[in-house]
């Protein structure tokens, strides 16, 4: 497998991008700091509708509302099969 390394500067035209990559980043952490915490808490993984429903409820509070409404919903599909 081959991996490849980019250095995105900041400038206007990457402006979407740089929100978009930053807020995949905070849904991924969050989906994994969700598993942990409930791993601990029960002894048994998150399931993928738990976690759906989760991030849909999120959603509508303000302090998540821009970080989610700013990832693509591919992105927010992804971070639930991990």
Same mark, same amino acid.
């Not at 990457?14 to 791993?39: D, E, F, P, S, W």
């Not at 849909?56 to 990832?71: E, G, P, Q, R």
């Given at each position: 497998?081959?991996?490849?390394?980019?250095?995105?500067? !900041?400038?206007? %035209?990457?402006?979407?991008? %740089?929100?978009?990559?930053? &807020? &995949? &980043?905070?849904?991924?952490?969050?989906?994994?700091?969700? %598993?942990?915490?409930?791993?601990?808490? =029960?002894?048994?993984?998150?399931?993928?509708? !738990?976690? !759906?429903? %989760?991030?849909?409820?999120?959603? !509508?509070?303000?302090? =998540?509302?821009?970080?989610?409404?700013?990832?693509?919903?591919?992105?927010?599909?992804?971070?639930?099969? =991990?």
């Amino acid at each position: 497998m081959k991996t490849f390394c980019f250095k995105l500067y !900041k400038s206007e %035209h990457n402006v979407k991008l %740089h929100t978009q990559i930053n &807020a &995949a &980043a905070l849904t991924y952490n969050h989906c994994i700091a969700l %598993h942990n915490r409930y791993y601990k808490l =029960f002894g048994k993984f998150l399931n993928q509708n !738990k976690l !759906k429903k %989760h991030l849909t409820k999120i959603k !509508k509070i303000a302090k =998540f509302k821009v970080w989610l409404a700013s990832s693509p919903r591919r992105c927010r599909k992804n971070q639930q099969g =991990f």
